[in-house]
């Protein structure tokens, strides 16, 4: 990802972050930015795990928090009419 990059290239990115971000924000983005990948990870593995049950033939019968999140489909019923 930085092969190209050596030290003092990256201390120069470190204060340009911090000129243009000011060192009160820096904290916070980088919360953000650690949140964003723990969620992006977390999907990833959900994903994996997807394709997994898939594969071992549950019939896409998935125990996830994405299925109890689904709303349901809209019904023919016209008997309450």
Do not use: Y
Not at 40 to 45: A, H, L, R, T, V
């Amino acid at each position: 990802m930085f092969a190209g990059l050596s030290g003092w290239h990256l201390l120069i990115l470190l204060a340009i972050v911090l000129l243009i971000f000011g060192a009160a924000k820096l904290p916070a983005l980088a919360k953000s930015m650690g949140q964003s990948a723990r969620v992006f990870k977390g999907e990833m593995n959900a994903m994996k795990d997807e394709d997994a049950a898939r594969k071992n033939g549950e019939n896409g019968k998935l125990d996830s928090k994405a299925d109890d999140t689904t709303p349901p489909s809209p019904r023919d019923d016209d008997s309450s009419r």
